[in-house]
């Protein structure tokens, strides 16, 4: 289940809500606050334990993080690309531009894009895209235009840990796990296009949006010993019939295809006009820059520079899976060897041992690196030892984070308390 792209469903089902109010108790403020507090705990966490001390490729100092969803890998090629594209031009770059909506510019390069990769079966316009402060910004504006509070949206777990926050933070969307085991018998989504084709078709019957968060479309990579499906694009799909188009959307974003998470750019492609003019309306709360939107879309409108720096990528991506999955086939660590897309790897470090995951990341921290705490992710039930491990780093950066993990869990008790 972890070669797919995370795919979520809205499914309008009201539930009752307890919110943060009941951990929190904040002066002056409003419950939206408690609630801003309570839910951004993950992240003030990570950055106080773990971002605060990042990792420094020349004097090796710092936490090597294995737990965040980010490529290192073609950070130089790519500042070379950009630094090539950095205009200022001061009508565009130094005013408020041309909206909320995104530099036509780049929409009309991300169309092209969409058109070239994702293999569309009706062309994709730019009139059909919102660009945002990447993808989390969308995934809120999804939630808020979508859900009334406590409505439910429906994602297959083990999950992106962000989803949670993202649906429920501002817009009060009801997370809602779908588990891949019921009636003692285990499914999966390895036949991918047959898989979306029958989430459509429920969709389409019950009248719910169908979200397809496409963010790794072309961070696929060879992998001899798995028979999972190379990426699937919902926009590919013959769904007439099935679903009203009005219903189908889809995300992408420049973080991990690009390696580019800082710049914080996210899409939002959607035929549904209305929901297009609501994104465009909440946009103005997470308006990107115009200087950075026109650097990714000079980089697309070079088609030849964009498909080598992604075929490129994906080379790297696949040397470097073979890499973290040699030292968990040597230290004979259990893992889910289907993989063929993303940058981490799922596996169960501490398979028969009582210790506490907050135990173990504090045993890492000390040692330097950092791994993905596996309870975030929301696994089915009763599994348990299981961590996400970053790879999509430079060779002696992942070797080196490796070989700190491994210090890490010699270093960990089996009751570490």
Known sequence: MWTLYNLSLTLLIC??????????????????????????????????????RPYDRISHDGIINLGLAETWLMQDTLKDLLDTNFVIDPLYHLTYGQGA???????????????????????????????ASGVTALIDSIAWNTCSDNEGIIIP??????????????????LLPASFVWDNETYNFDKSKDALIAIARFCGK?????????????????????????????LSLDLDDIIDPRLVHVLYGMSKDFGASGLRLGVLQSRNEDLIQAAYGVNLFS??????????????NDMTKTHDFLEENKRQLGKAYSTVTDWLRNKSIEYYDQGNAGLFVWARLLPNSTARPECFLEVCRNNSVYVGNGENFLPESGQTGWY????????????????RLEKALNDTPSSCE
Do not use: C
């Open 157 to 174: 777990q083990p999950l992106y840990n962000g989803f949670p926050t993202d649906m429920r933070l501002r817009s009060q969307g009801k």
């Open 287 to 300: 308006w990107p820059s115009y200087l950075v939107q026109d650097m990714w879309g000079r980089l697309l």
């Open 101 to 131: 909506a995104g530099s036509p510019f780049l929409r009309k390069a991300v169309a092209e894009f969409f058109n070239a990769y994702f293999d569309p079966r009706q062309q994709v316009n730019e009139s059909e895209i919102i660009i």
């Open 206 to 234: 019950h009248k719910i949006h169908f979200i397809s968060d496409e963010i790794y479309a072309n961070t696929v990579f060879s992998n001899p010993g798995s028979n999972a499906p190379n990426f699937t694009s919902v």
């Open 15 to 52: 539930f009752s809500h307890t919110g943060a109010t009941q951990f929190l108790q904040t002066d002056y403020l409003s419950p939206r606050a408690e609630n801003a507090i309570y839910y951004n705990q993950g992240w003030k966490n990570l950055s106080r334990d773990v971002l605060s």
């Open 388 to 403: 996400r491990i970053t790879f999509s780093y430079p060779d002696d950066m992942l070797t080196r984070g490796l070989t």
